[in-house]
């Protein structure tokens, strides 16, 4: 018995001395030099024009929905849809994949077609091969345009803020697809 006390005696002056030497609540953020992340480069500006390609019909839609809209909304107000949409260099689907838009929109508005949106552009091709921005915002889908912050980005597009403009082109009103033009305004390192 008086071993185990010994024992437990030493594991609590150990946990003791190990947590008095660890990160207390004054030092759980540090500066860090901007050279470490190259952030003294000049900022480049890029402006880029992709087509979101939004299948809801078919055998392989890009678009789910995983949640109703409320019965009584004719706005799809409480609805969610998962997204993994084409993003193409041309309006036409079978043009060239540039990407994919990953994400969700959620029928946010009561009274209009409006949609809270979260995506990835997740690029994968040519220069921008891995990178991402990433773009958070309102969506009124019926508006000739709309515009929606770019709040941050990965790879090539680290550190990425700016704004899209979104522009449907095409739109078929049985099904829900939809081919939209994203013109995208991004400041990077």
């Not at 060239?96 to 809270?116: C, D, N, S």
Request: glycine share 8%; net charge positive.
């Amino acid at each position: 018995m008086a071993k185990l006390i010994f024992f437990l005696a030493v594991q609590i002056l150990i946990l003791a001395a190990v947590s008095s030497t660890g990160d207390n609540e004054e030092h759980f953020a540090r500066t860090i030099d901007r050279k470490l992340l190259g952030l003294l480069k000049k900022e480049k500006l890029t402006h880029f024009k992709v087509y979101w390609h939004d299948i809801l019909s078919g055998p392989n839609p890009s678009s789910i929905r995983i949640q109703p809209p409320v019965k009584s909304s004719t706005t799809y107000f409480g609805g969610i849809t998962m997204i993994d949409n084409a993003l193409t260099a041309k309006v036409e689907m079978n043009s060239t994949l540039i990407g994919q838009a990953q994400g969700f929109y959620a029928g946010a508005a009561q009274k209009e077609l409006g949609f809270f949106m979260a995506m990835n552009f997740a690029f994968k091709t040519g220069k921008y091969n891995g990178s991402t921005i990433t773009i958070l915002g309102r969506n009124t889908a019926m508006s000739e345009v709309r515009e929606m912050p770019i709040i941050g980005g990965s790879g090539l597009f680290r550190f990425a803020r700016g704004y899209v403009e979104a522009r449907t082109k095409w739109l078929n009103f049985k099904n829900g697809d939809a081919t939209v033009e994203y013109s995208c305004y991004v400041l990077h390192y």
